[in-house]
C-alpha cells in the first residue's frame, strides 16, 4: 500500500500537470479580454485592467463568422460520415474476407502512413485543379474520407470478433452490408467514438489544405478564417484570443457531453492483434 506521503507527492504533480494543460486556455481567455496595447505590454499583465467584452462582438463585426463555422461544421461532418464508410468497409474486407494479397496490401496500405503530407500536397492540388474542385467543398472532404489510422484500428478491432460469428451469419442468409450493420456496428462503437473524436478534431482543427485549396471567403473554414487578425503589422491579440475561445467552445462541449464515452474508448479500444 502507498504511503501517505507517496499519494501526496503524485497528487501535487497531477495537480500541477493540471494546471499546466489548463493554463494556455486560461491565459487565451484573459487576453480576450485586454486591450490592444495592455495584450503586448512588456513585461506582461495577467489580468486585463477593465474587462473588454466587446472584443467578441467586435470578432462579429469584422469577419463572417458565422460562415466560417458552417463551412466547418459541414466539412467536419460530411468528413467523419466519409471516414466511418470507408474504414468500415475496409477494415472488413482485411477482416472476413479472403482474397490474394490481402495481407500484402494492408501492409502496404500501412506503409503510406510514413509518407509526410508536403509529399503529396502538390500532386493532390494538381488533380484537383484537374477537376476543377478547387476552391469547392470537395477540395476539403474528399481528399480525406479515406483515413489510414481509422482503417487499422477498425481492422485491429474487427480481428477480436470471432469469424464463425460471420459464417455463421452467412448461413442464416446474412449479406455483408447485414452483418456490418446489425452485428458488427453494435459492437463497435468503442473504436467507433475514436475514430470520430481523432476525425472531428483533425477536420476542426485543419489550417494548410483548406488554406492551399480555397481562396474565396466564402468558402473559409475557422481556422483560415482567424488568420485574418494576423497581419503582416502585427497580430490583434485581444480580437484572435476571442475568436479562438469562441471557435473551441463546440469542441469543450462535445467532450463534456462525451466524456465518459471518450475515456471508455480508450480504455477499451486498446492495440491487438
Do not use: C
Not at 501526496?8 to 493540471?18: H, P, R, W
Not at 472488413?92 to 503530407?117: H, N, T, V
Not at 477480436?160 to 442464416?172: F, H, V
Not at 471557435?247 to 462535445?254: A, G, K
Amino acid at each position: 500500500m502507498r504511503s501517505s506521503g507517496t499519494k501526496i507527492i503524485v497528487y501535487l504533480l497531477l495537480t500541477a500537470i493540471s494546471l499546466a494543460m489548463v493554463f494556455p486556455f486560461g491565459l487565451m481567455i484573459l487576453t480576450s479580454l485586454k486591450t490592444q496595447a495592455e495584450s503586448i505590454t512588456v513585461p506582461p499583465k495577467l489580468l486585463p485592467a477593465v474587462p473588454q467584452w466587446v472584443n467578441y462582438l467586435n470578432v462579429w463585426r469584422q469577419i463572417p463568422l458565422l460562415r466560417y463555422f458552417m463551412n466547418t461544421v459541414i466539412v467536419t461532418v460530411l468528413t467523419l460520415l466519409g471516414v466511418i464508410v470507408t474504414s468500415t468497409l475496409a477494415a472488413f474486407a482485411f477482416s472476413f474476407k479472403e482474397f490474394k494479397g490481402r495481407d500484402l496490401s494492408f501492409m502496404a496500405l500501412l506503409a503510406m502512413m510514413m509518407i509526410p503530407q508536403p509529399v503529396y500536397l502538390v500532386p493532390a492540388y494538381v488533380i484537383l485543379a484537374k477537376l476543377h474542385w478547387l476552391d469547392t467543398f470537395y477540395a476539403m472532404i474528399v481528399p480525406w474520407v479515406v483515413n489510414i489510422l481509422s482503417i487499422f484500428l477498425m481492422r485491429q478491432h474487427f480481428k477480436t470478433i470471432p469469424l464463425s460469428l460471420y459464417e455463421a451469419s452467412k448461413m442464416d442468409g446474412a449479406g455483408d452490408l447485414q452483418f456490418i450493420w446489425h452485428i458488427l456496428l453494435p459492437v463497435s462503437k468503442p473504436v467507433l467514438i475514436t475514430i470520430s473524436l481523432f476525425s472531428v478534431i483533425g477536420s476542426w482543427n485543419s489550417f494548410l489544405w483548406p488554406l492551399i485549396v480555397t481562396n474565396s471567403e466564402k468558402m473559409r473554414p475557422l481556422q483560415v478564417g482567424l488568420a485574418y487578425f494576423s497581419q503582416e503589422q502585427g497580430s490583434l491579440w485581444p480580437s484572435l484570443m476571442s475568436a479562438s475561445t469562441m471557435v473551441i467552445m463546440p469542441l469543450i462541449v462535445f467532450y463534456i457531453f462525451a466524456q465518459k464515452q471518450i475515456t471508455e474508448s480508450f480504455v477499451s479500444s486498446g492495440i491487438k492483434e
